[in-house]
């Protein structure tokens, strides 16, 4: 990927609003502010108000300002342009800027400049497209503090440590004959290096909770046919939404909603119910029923307490306890005919028991899958990891420090500089440092095109 060029990008959602923002990083930034708007020397971050001309007409009435690099967000000299919103008038900017020799920019280009010229390293930029795409505010605190260094600051009091440790085991190497270490220091750094994998423990334990706060829960209400789910799903939209009937199998494609529950993005799916059967659409739902449940965060089954607890019951309670956590709902508590309470295969999960039709026990529900979500956090942090990669170089990181508290490094000093550097590559991968062509791609794929 080039980086001495100049690149454009419309930083706004795609469509059509009020206003759109287009941007401009690179060393015609300035003779593009020239060129569209006849400014001889735009001045570092002055508003001004003008027509963005194309070859004497103009195009759009605009606002637009000029930033002189290394002061910006990509360390490079920036325009960027507040037009109209509407698409042609967008398109007829873009092509025009792209038409002065400015090409149009990648993915996360804008960004990945930003890490290459310093202004960020590769922790704040995956931070910066998490907060983009974060669906609630629970995720906002913990993913500036990464934004502005927090978590970095973190990795880098690692590595400090490590440094340390690795330079005094070094020594002991080299100076074997006539350089002892100390029972003292040997201490200190045992302690240091279980400090660290303690934290580390945290940062991995905490991961399920952060992916929750960002890209939201995942909640799959399942249960046989006719036990409930669809009124169920009704009573916590308090919306007619799902088809209810009194015969079973209504329910044939996953319906899904989301709601805001306790400041957690919920999405909600009412799945088909599972049961033996052979008709050729009820089993596709099935078969999409038990996919689905294979995905999500939680699973509410639903239990009939009308009903004997039964063969489809069981089906339906063994696909749902794939699931990480299992909640159930005993269902239909106005005409509870059958105690649930000596059912062997209930008594391991929390239950709760209402009448989704009479919108009884809604509330109790809800507060136990909000209690499920805040019980994703080990413990108080302030700072938590938000991408599969890190969580994976992390558990890396966690199991060469186990190793290493394993050996003793007066006896196994060459073994403990050894995995000391490789600990230290893992955390220079997880910052970025170094980091291929490859990675930065992985990294900045799901970026938009702006930003």
């Keep these: ?6 690149i454009c990008g419309i930083s706004s959602p795609p469509g059509r609003g009020a206003i759109a923002v287009i941007r401009i990083s690179g060393g015609k930034a300035s003779s593009a502010a020239k060129k569209f708007y006849g400014d001889p020397g735009p001045v ?21 300002v000029f930033f002189k690099g290394p002061g910006t967000y990509t360390g490079e000299d920036m325009l960027e342009i507040y037009c109209h919103g509407g698409t042609a008038v967008q398109d007829a900017i873009l092509a025009a800027i792209v038409s002065a020799g400015i090409r149009p920019a990648f993915r996360g280009e804008f960004t990945y400049r930003a890490v290459l010229n310093g202004k960020m390293d590769m922790l704040q930029a995956e931070a910066v497209n998490t907060l983009i795409n974060a669906n609630t505010g629970s995720a906002i605190d913990y993913l500036n503090r990464i934004v502005h260094g927090g978590l970095s600051s973190e990795i880098r009091k690692f590595k400090e440590e490590i440094y340390e440790i690795l330079a005094k085991t070094e020594a002991g190497i080299d100076f074997s004959d006539s350089l002892d270490i100390s029972d003292d220091l040997l201490t200190e750094a045992r302690k240091d290096l279980e ?3 303690g934290k580390l423990s945290s940062f991995i334990a905490d991961y399920g909770f952060a992916k929750a706060i960002s890209t939201g829960y995942k909640v799959a209400i399942a249960g046989k046919p006719n036990s409930g789910k669809s009124s169920l799903l009704n009573a916590i939209l308090k919306k007619e939404r799902a088809i209810v009937a009194e015969y079973g199998g209504t329910t044939r494609d996953i319906i899904r909603e989301e709601i805001d529950l ?38 509410v089954f639903v239990a009939d307490l009308s009903t004997p607890f039964s063969k489809a019951d069981r089906m339906a309670l063994k696909e749902a306890g794939k699931n990480p956590s299992v909640i159930v709902f005993l269902n239909k508590s106005d005409i509870e005919a059958y105690d649930y309470s000596e059912i062997p295969e209930l008594r391991s999960f929390e239950t709760v028991k209402g009448s989704a039709l009479r919108n009884s026990g809604v509330k109790a529900l809800l507060k136990a899958v909000s209690a499920k979500i805040a019980g994703l956090k080990n413990g108080p942090c302030e700072t938590l990891i938000f991408t599969e990669r890190q969580k994976q170089l992390l558990s890396k990181v966690k199991r060469e420090l186990g190793r290493l508290l394993k050996k003793d490094i ?9 995995l000391l550097k490789h600990i230290l590559k893992l955390l220079n991968d997880f910052l970025g440092a170094g980091a291929g062509e490859d990675i930065r791609e992985y990294i900045f794929k799901n970026f938009c095109i702006g930003k």
């Design 195 to 197: 400090a660290m994998n």
């Design 410 to 418: 007066r006896s196994e000093a060459e073994i403990c500089a050894e």
């Design 262 to 299: 306790d400041s957690y993005d919920v999405t909600l799916y009412d799945t088909a119910g599972i049961r033996e059967t052979d008709d050729i659409i009820e089993k596709k739902g099935i078969l999409k029923t038990k996919e689905l449940l294979a995905e999500t965060d939680l699973a």
């Design 44 to 64: 570092h971050r002055l508003v001004r108000t003008a027509p963005f001309k194309n070859g004497g007409s103009g195009i759009d009435l605009t606002n637009y």
């Design 1 to 6: 990927m080039r980086t001495d060029d100049s």
